[in-house]
């Protein structure tokens, strides 16, 4: 039985001496800004779709709020 093509290094067993090797810390940075703002503008989405909607009362008010918003 031949040995694997590959062996273990028992010295990179510390998550802290991994690295990735094709990694581009400028393009994490942008994955990561564009994840944000996806984030932000699908919250401003769902704020806005609700506020609509309970404009067109399609969604009935809060009783609480009724008497602020009129």
Known sequence: MSSPEWKL???TQD????????????LVFL??????FVAVACVYFAYVSVSLAIE???????????????
């Open 9 to 11: 290094d028992e010295s």
């Open 15 to 26: 998550v802290d001496s991994y690295e990735f090797a094709n990694v581009n810390p400028r």
């Open 31 to 36: 994955l990561a800004l564009a994840v944000g």
């Open 56 to 70: 067109a009362d399609m969604i009935p008010q809060p009783p609480r709020l009724q008497g602020l918003i009129d």
